[in-house]
């Protein structure tokens, strides 16, 4: 730390806490004062009399050329004050800015601060403060480069941004976290204002990702969860990344705080969850990389604060977006139906809310809980109400469509609140025309939501519901049946009370019946004419709905009869103020006088070609790119733009209950206390205020059992014994550790006498079998819903301009509530090796271990899902250098699969590594490798002729990859070849041996090859891609992708040094990484016993050992060294690595800590 930065740290808080000079007020006294004041009055009136009093009084005294910085300091921040209660301090925002410009630390830090909360980002005023932030961004001062970013990340002028962007940039290698920190979310801000002016810095995000210190690492958490969610096909390499980052936070590896109410970085947690889940959405090898540590994080974020119900949430999300696996799938279910039967207000509507999100993928699990959504529609909270209105949307097919809407119509009636009636009219005119039995019902439901909505409604429920009419359908005849109902029901609106009409509906029935109203026999043109003529003379009838009027008037007026009519309306209105009705007046006139010219400009319709209309407004196209280029946001359609308007409900005012108590357990992963894991006793059950004798059991008096695993019980399918007594499920199920969740418990409980609550039941039941029709039945399969059978399904279809028919259907095609995907299977193979490094080929396991099961041995070709006992797959061949994890962490603890994968033809079949076959091979070893350590000989791939094989066998300058090629066929293998290709590593052929000219390989012979590994980068794990291929006797060509896995012990030698060399080499070596490991403190000497254990695992070499402390030194292959400091610290081994390769140390603490743990 420089000279400066001490100074001004060491003087800050003299500065923060300096008394003011006597005889001056202090700024804290002046605005309590002015605070006590405000809150003393009884009126607004009083208020603004107060305030105005003040704001002259600031004005005054920073005009006046006698204030000091410190009463200018003072005066600044009584105007924010008055700003913030709503009063414009405007002659402030100058003197703001020039606080800003000058003074102290703690000055500039007031000025800016007032800046920030003064000015907005297209202020002109701004471009006074751009000269301010390049000389405070170029200050030596820790604390103005400090501020300078902060208001750089809260408002700054778009077009000021390429004079600062350098400077900014280079903040990100500064050596304090917080600048580094703050220039991150300074590009962030850039990113949401100016994408394109940050477009070229996107390699610096990603340094930012994998910096060191967790703050920076998070702040670029924002940037990428913006960039993820526009274009994911360009982040799937970072998926491995940020697997890793939420491994090490649910494993509490961040520092301690970063937790809130001892959960590990929780919004941390949430945004890597939500970037997962837009990679993962529709990619089944990506979304198989996340599966494991959603796992963890469902079963370490368990329900007991109100934080980690929002991760629970944000997991079941992401679980239902990806590709899905069935066990994760069955854990999810189980964590909404905690939320949805709690008695709690707010977990309730999280419940409702995440029921909503996943019944679009799995509408059965809506079944599951009916009943308690039953209950919800009568709830006295509307927030509970509306959200369970959104979910019975969401599950509305053809069957239930009309008791759905219904619904939606009831809650419509009461409700008064304008954007939940915009919203709900525009849902109910949706399922109308997608699912609509029939036609007379569809003509009902939309005269009810005109009347409903009225003129709250978006202009496009009457624009779509007017082309609905004119395009047609499918058939001439229902053409003319639904336009029939619809002039019908106009004409009997029309002849009862018109004046309560909305003013949108009265357009839509003006046009319908000046087109359509020929369609009804008997009614005259002449009589529509005089059932319009009263809407002119209403007082709230717009100039818009006149001249609709008019329009459809207009179009009727042929014959003697409409021309008196005419002519009376013109006599009557035609000295109207409205220039527009005049016209249209004139223009009605003159039409019905002339019937010739009528038909010329209004002919009928029933001859007219259909007008091609370019829905996608191709020609715009230009435009559009160049705008998008200039940085103008994307359009968005009208429904997207409510759903965003959804999620900003309000908030629900009921008080938090009280917790119950907690208990406290922990655990141990690689040498680190994990966070505090809370238990469930505070959970979803029970009512947390009240806390019974009994422990908080739950009262389910008078709740009848109706449903069973088998679907709804019939009252005479009940046994005797289940009469007597009623079995309801608890809503409390805990996920083990175990994986599996356990069977839910059952409560028995008398049965309830008969009476008005069984009698509600059993409405409720009966609105149940309505509600959710259709949903539990799929074609043949299953039962039927409460035994009815499924009626035939009516379809609302659309015909396609231009074409008498057409083959796209409303009715089915659109129900996507109706279908859910089918259920995974629960295990598969894997999909890549197993790392063969000396860690995982140490121990041999008995035979009994080893001996596959026949569910192994013959595994299902569909079975894909990684089970969480699995071990996770290597990292794919072809990530880039920069975008793998510096500092992955695996547990430490998990149990490994000894199956390895074979490629055999186009399936994929699980051997066993032991087998005895592959173990035949060890005589074709060369003789200069038999007596060098290796490891096992596994398979790699096989097909009908060639099985290949191979072993990494490590010399004291290199290691070797030797490949087996067995041909047991009888025939030769022509023209083989062996390709292999890796990012992490140099492979280079050995010459020299005869085996390598060889360009076939022999029946019933075995060939072996030799490649030398150089790695490139130190790295965890990599993986090793490679491609056999050969022609078979017919001539036709073979090839069969493989891979193989190695670790970094495979490139590790120990480094024989004496202590004076290593002393040197310690001080040349610059990346550096501390870290506590577990001791065997069960051996008589720990530190020699650790130190040991250490070097038979990774190949060390312990240089020397005094007392407490140790040495110990290794090398890459072919690479620099890397160096570790160990000494006895508290019961752990507290070790200090070194390198001049930054990733080497993260890398080899790793399998220090898996050699430790393995015992």
């Known amino acids: ?44 009136h009083d208020e603004e009399k107060l305030i105005q009093r003040e704001l002259v009084s600031i004005k005054e005294q920073v005009s006046s050329p006698n204030t000091t910085m410190r009463q200018m300091k003072e005066l600044m921040v009584r105007a924010v004050y008055c700003e913030m209660l709503g009063y414009e301090a405007s002659f402030s925002y100058i003197h703001a800015i020039k606080l800003a410009q000058q003074g102290t630390a703690l000055d500039k830090r007031v000025g800016y601060l007032a800046v920030s909360l ?172 996340m599966y494991e540590v959603l796992d963890e994080s469902l079963r370490r974020a368990e329900m007991n604060h109100n934080i980690t119900y929002a991760i629970l949430f944000e997991c079941v999300k992401t679980i239902y977006t990806i590709h899905p696996k069935a066990e994760l799938l069955e854990k999810a279910a189980k964590c909404i139906g905690n939320f949805v039967l709690s008695p709690k207000i707010n977990l309730k509507y999280l419940g409702l809310k995440a029921l909503t999100y996943v019944v679009q993928q799995d509408a059965n699990l809506a079944l599951q809980h009916q009943m308690t959504i039953i209950e919800c529609l009568d709830h006295a909270d509307l927030i509970i109400k509306r959200e369970t209105l959104e979910l019975l949307f969401r599950i509305t097919n053809g069957q239930n469509v009309k008791v759905i809407v219904e619904k939606l119509l009831e809650f419509l009636r009461h409700s008064k609140d304008d954007y939940v009636t915009i919203d709900l009219g525009g849902k109910v005119t949706e399922l109308a025309e997608k699912y609509a039995p029939d036609n007379s019902w569809f003509i009902r439901t939309m005269n009810t939501v005109f009347l409903l909505v009225g003129d709250q409604m978006q202009p496009d429920i009457p624009n779509s519901f007017l082309r609905l009419l004119s395009e047609g359908f499918e058939s001439a005849e229902e053409d003319q049946q639904l336009r029939l109902l619809a002039v019908d029901s106009y004409v009997s609106l029309l002849q009862e009370q018109p004046a309560r009409l909305p003013q949108r509906f009265l357009q839509v029935i003006s046009w319908v019946l000046g087109e359509y ?50 002519q009376e309306l013109a006599e009557r209105h035609g000295g109207s103020l409205d220039t527009t009705l005049r016209q249209r007046l004139h223009e009605l006139q003159h039409l019905a006088s002339d019937g010739e010219l009528l038909r010329r400009v209004l002919p009928c319709s029933d001859g007219l070609e259909p007008l091609e209309v370019d829905s996608t407004l191709s020609f715009l196209d230009g435009f559009v790119s160049e705008a998008l280029a200039a940085g103008a946001a994307p359009y968005k359609p009208p429904h997207q733009r409510q759903e965003e308007l959804a999620q900003e409900k309000a908030l629900s005012v009921e008080p938090y209950g009280l917790s119950l108590p907690l208990s406290l357990s922990s655990s141990s992963i690689a040498g680190r206390l994990s966070p505090t894991v809370l238990s469930m006793s505070s959970g979803l059950s029970g009512n947390s205020t009240e806390l019974s004798p009994k422990g908080g059991a739950l009262r389910l008096e008078g709740v009848t059992r109706v449903w069973g695993k088998e679907g709804y019980l019939a009252k005479a399918a009940l046994k005797p014994e289940e009469a007597a007594k009623t079995e309801v499920p608890c809503p409390l199920s805990v996920l083990q550790e175990g994986g599996s969740a356990p069977r839910t418990p059952v409560v028995s409980l008398p049965a309830p006498a008969p009476g008005p609550s069984l009698q509600a039941e059993r409405e409720k039941q009966q609105l149940a079998s309505c509600l959710f029709m259709g949903l539990g039945s799929q074609g043949a399969a299953g039962p039927c819903l409460m035994g009815k059978a499924e009626p035939t399904r009516h379809g609302f279809r659309k015909k396609v301009k231009g074409q008498g028919s057409s083959s796209g259907a409303r009715g089915p095609s659109g129900d996507s509530a109706s ?251 610059s990346n550096d990484i501390k870290q506590n490991l577990a001791l065997l403190s069960q051996e008589p000497d720990p530190l020699r016993a650790t130190l040991h254990r250490l070097r038979d695992r990774l190949q060390l070499n312990v240089v020397d050992i005094i007392a407490s402390e140790g040495i110990v030194a290794c090398q890459l292959l072919q690479g620099p060294p890397c160096l570790m400091h160990c000494r006895l610290n508290a019961g752990c081994l507290a070790v200090w690595l070194r390198s001049s390769l930054p990733e080497l140390p993260d890398c080899l603490l790793y399998h220090c800590q898996r050699a430790l743990a393995q015992h």
Request: glycine residues 4%.
């Open 517 to 566: 109203s020929s369609v009804k026999e008997g009614l005259e043109p002449a009589t529509v004419l005089r059932l319009l003529a009263p809407l002119l003379d209403l007082r709230h009838c717009s100039s818009e709905t006149k001249s609709w009027v008019l329009a459809a008037m207009t179009k009727l007026s042929a014959g003697p009869a409409c021309l008196s009519v005419a």
């Open 118 to 289: 003064f000015l907005n980002e297209s202020h002109e005023l701004l471009l006074l403060l751009v000269n301010t932030v390049l000389k405070d961004l170029q200050s030596t001062n820790l604390i103005e480069v400090c501020m300078a970013l902060t208001v750089v990340g809260q408002v700054f002028p778009k077009d000021m941004i390429p004079a600062i962007l350098p400077m900014v940039e280079e903040k990100l290698n500064h050596p304090k976290e917080i600048i580094r920190r703050k220039a991150v979310l300074a590009l962030y801000k850039f990113y949401l204002i100016a994408p394109n002016q940050v477009q070229h810095i996107h390699s610096k995000f990603r340094k930012a990702l994998c910096d060191k210190d967790p703050g920076v690492m998070s702040a670029s958490l924002h940037i990428y969860l913006e960039m993820v969610t526009e274009k994911p096909e360009s982040y799937k390499d970072l998926v491995v990344s940020f697997v890793t980052i939420l491994k090490q936070v649910v494993g509490g590896k961040l520092p301690i705080d970063f937790n809130y109410h001892s959960v590990p970085a929780p919004w941390l947690q949430i945004q890597l969850l939500r970037i997962l889940s837009l990679l993962g959405k529709n990619d089944r090898s990506t979304s198989e990389m």
């Open 1 to 44: 730390m420089s000279d400066v930065v001490e100074r001004t740290l060491t003087a800050l808080p003299s500065l923060l806490s300096s008394d003011p000079s006597p005889g001056r007020p202090s700024s804290t006294s002046k605005l309590g004062t002015l605070i006590r004041g405000i809150t003393e009055l009884t009126s607004k």
């Open 819 to 1069: 279908s859910s995907p089918s259920p995974l299977s629960a295990q598969s193979a894997m999909d890549n090796l197993l790392c063969s490094s000396p860690l995982d080929s140490g121990s041999t396991p008995s035979p009994a271990d080893s001996a596959p099961s026949p569910a192994d041995s013959a595994p299902s070709p569909a079975d894909s899902a990684t089970s969480p006992a699995d071990p996770a797959p290597h990292l794919p061949h072809d990530l880039p250098a920069n975008n793998r994890p510096c500092d992955a962490q695996e547990d430490l603890t998990e149990d490994t699969d000894t199956s390895e994968t074979v490629v055999e033809g186009n399936s994929v079949a699980v051997v066993d590594p032991y087998d005895p076959e592959p173990l035949c091979l060890s005589p074709h070893l060369p003789e200069e490798l038999c007596g060098l350590p290796r490891s096992e000989i596994r398979p790699l791939c096989r097909d009908a002729s060639l099985v290949l094989s191979a072993c990494c066998v490590r010399t004291d300058h290199s290691s070797l990859l030797v490949v087996f090629v067995s041909n047991a066929s009888d025939s030769a293998a022509r023209r083989f070849a062996l390709q292999m290709t890796s990012g992490d590593l140099e492979v280079s052929r050995v010459r020299g041996g005869p085996e390598e000219e060889e360009e076939h390989v022999e029946g019933h012979s075995v060939a072996v090859y030799q490649y030398s590994l150089v790695p490139t980068r130190p790295s965890v794990h990599m993986e090793l891609a490679g491609r056999a291929s050969y022609q078979r006797p017919d001539g036709e060509p073979q090839s069969t992708p493989f891979s193989y896995g190695l670790s970094l012990p495979d490139f590790i030698r120990p480094l024989s040094v004496s202590t004076e060399e290593y002393g040197r080499l310690w001080l040349a070596s």
